[in-house]
Each structure stands twice: as structure tokens, then as C-alpha cells.
């Protein structure tokens, strides 16, 4: 291997720890969320998790190409019936967040 191309390698493996980390950070962003709105709403999380639905470019308000990451979790209002909603988040912040119509409240948005 030349000296180029080790460089070239480091600067691969920095950009994919980088993207990784955002991607882990972006998670965790959602699990927090998700968690405080299903107790808010009185709903029980199941699997204790979200989990990655998508990820696609769009545009931001103001016209910016964004990556928008969807994670879909499971939850139950009865600790029966199994019921999945999503969060969407854009920057890693929560750009929308979706449960069953008679379920659904207001995220708190921070």
C-alpha cells in the first residue's frame, strides 16, 4: 500500500465512525423521545426500543437537502393489542412523531 492510499483509508474509516456516531446519536435521540411521549400518554413501550424504518433526503423549510431518519416503535395502551408508531426526525431533531388516532398527543419537542 502507498502512502496515498492509507491516507485515503483513514480519511474512509473517520468519515464512517463519524457517520456512525450520528447515526447511534439520531437513535438515541428517538428512544428518549418516544419513551417521554408514551408516558405522557399513559401508553406502554414495547421492546424498549425503536427501530430504523428509513432513511431518505427531503428538504427542510427553507428549501436545505436534509437526511430524514425514520424509526418505527411498537407500543400498547392495554398491555394487549400491539400498536406501532413512528418518529421522524430531520438534523436529529423530532420533525414528527406518529401514533394511532385515539392515542395520539403532543410531543414534547426540546
Given at each position: ?7 485515503f483509508?483513514g480519511?474512509?474509516i473517520i468519515?464512517g465512525a463519524g ?8 437513535r ?11 408516558r ?5 413501550l414495547?421492546d ?8 431518505r433526503?427531503t428538504?427542510?423549510h427553507?428549501g ?8 418505527n ?6 398491555g ?5 408508531g413512528f418518529?421522524?426526525?430531520r438534523?436529529g ?6 401514533l394511532?388516532?385515539?392515542?395520539s ?5 426540546r
Open positions: 500500500m502507498t502512502v496515498s492510499e492509507i491516507g483509508l480519511i474512509l468519515f457517520g456512525w456516531y450520528r447515526i447511534m446519536e439520531s438515541e435521540r428517538a428512544n428518549l423521545v418516544v419513551a417521554a411521549t408514551c405522557k400518554a399513559g401508553l406502554q414495547l424498549g426500543t425503536v427501530s430504523f424504518g428509513g432513511l433526503i428538504r427542510d427553507q436545505h437537502l436534509v437526511l430524514e431518519r425514520t424509526y416503535f411498537d407500543y400498547s395502551a392495554d394487549f393489542a400491539r400498536k406501532q418518529i421522524i426526525l438534523r431533531h423530532v420533525h414528527s412523531i406518529g394511532a388516532p385515539e392515542d398527543v403532543q410531543p414534547e419537542i
